[in-house]
């Protein structure tokens, strides 16, 4: 698997757009900002909920072929592997996936840099 680079963000905007999902992108990550300065809050249990309801928001999303294509195509080029690989794999092994490039990478700028190339 490899980082995420420049064209995965323009991927990823296009995602965004056709998903109709910036505000719903604003509100996780506006969640978890809040959360770093209540020190009260656990942060990790945070971000573990709002990946989660990321998770729940892009499988609700892939309702729209156009998003579904386009979110193999982005994973595919991530994992280095093919859109059938990524299609036909197990679903526990795309959520490692996404778990995995959450956790390689900062995922809160690249959403941040994704929605403004918006």
């Known amino acids: 698997m ?3 680079i420049t ?16 505000e719903e992108i ?12 209540d020190k009260k809050r656990n942060i990790d249990d945070v971000q573990r909920e709002a ?6 928001f892009l499988v609700e999303s892939c309702g729209n072929e156009e ?3 386009a979110l193999y195509e982005l994973l595919a080029g991530v994992a280095e592997k093919t ?6 794999q197990s679903i526990d092994a795309t959520i490692n996936l996404v ?20």
Request: proline share 0%; glycine share 2%; no cysteine.
């Open 26 to 37: 604003k509100t996780i990550f506006s969640q978890i900002s809040e959360a770093k300065k």
């Open 7 to 22: 064209a995965d963000v323009f991927k990823m905007a296009r995602i965004i757009r056709k998903a109709n999902a910036k």
């Open 2 to 4: 490899r980082k995420l």
């Open 51 to 56: 990946g989660m309801e990321f998770i729940a």
């Open 99 to 118: 778990k995995q490039i959450a956790k390689e990478n900062d995922l809160q700028n690249f959403f941040s840099v994704a929605l403004k190339s918006m």
């Open 67 to 69: 998003v579904e294509k």
């Open 83 to 88: 859109t059938d690989e990524i299609k036909t």
